[in-house]
């Protein structure tokens, strides 16, 4: 037991860095993937409308296999048996609540959104 705390408390140390550090680094979001498709609409830029026909929503999936910024009907869904995608939330991607469905007879992606983050003064 002893020794697993103290095994804990290294690799914290090793991984953790310094207050001082954190305080003045900046964060920085990836730009959105471009994987096809046209953004159609003015007001809603986390649309993203592809050429594949479709009924339901249910008929869309995504175009790619890792952090998709497309759909594409379920007939030319990619195969993804054997691709190991990373854990990563990546906005302006169908990560982290993005969603693919049928708009308009299109299949399309409705990319999520990087959250507002605010600086405590």
Do not use: K, W
């Not at 026909?53 to 993804?80: I, L």
């Amino acid at each position: 037991m002893r020794y697993s705390i103290l095994i804990l408390a290294l690799l914290l140390s090793a991984y953790g860095g310094s207050d001082d550090a954190s305080s003045d680094q900046e964060i920085v979001l990836d730009e959105p993937a471009s994987e096809g498709g046209e953004d159609t609409s003015a007001e809603d830029t986390s649309l993203v409308v592809g050429e594949d026909a479709c009924e339901t929503d249910a008929d869309c999936v995504p175009a790619g296999c890792c952090h998709a910024a497309a759909c594409v009907a379920e007939a030319n869904a990619p195969s993804c048996g054997d691709v190991m995608c990373s854990t990563d939330c990546q906005f302006g991607t169908l990560d982290c609540g993005g969603a693919c469905l049928c708009h308009e007879g299109r299949c399309a992606a409705r990319l999520s959104e990087a959250p507002e983050m605010r600086v405590a003064e």
